[in-house]
């Protein structure tokens, strides 16, 4: 089992900044892939950023440029730098650890931004 723990949303203007995290406990040698997941009202959860156990990051395209996915494997923590925030990046944030066979995630973070 993994646990997936987010925070760091909260409601922010246009064009400010947000560092969301992930804090990750439990069997984690069975993880080949994290990412950060979001859902605004009305839409389908969709994918933001990932991360593959050797490092290498992918992003929606929407979010490259704007955000930064990062790791510290000392900590077990997951993060998503978020800069120059849209009002369309307004949704639930989820964390996500995936396995060959295993899917787990955490219960989001609200990230609103306001025009």
């Known amino acids: 089992q993994v646990q997936l723990v987010e925070s760091g949303g909260g409601l922010v203007q246009a064009g400010e900044s947000l560092r969301l995290s992930c804090a990750v406990s439990g069997t984690i040698l069975s993880i080949n892939v994290m990412g950060w997941y979001r859902q605004a009202p009305g839409k389908e959860r969709e994918l933001v950023a990932g991360?593959?156990?050797?490092?290498?990051?992918s992003y929606e395209d929407s979010a490259k440029g704007r955000f930064t996915i990062s790791r510290d494997m000392v900590k077990n923590m997951l993060y998503l730098q978020m800069n120059n925030l849209k009002p369309d990046d307004t949704a639930v944030y989820y964390c996500?650890?995936?396995?060959?066979?295993?899917?787990?995630w955490g219960k989001g973070t609200l990230v609103i931004v306001s025009s």
């Open positions: 996500n650890a995936a396995g060959p066979d295993t899917d787990y």
């Open positions: 991360m593959s156990t050797s490092g290498r990051p």
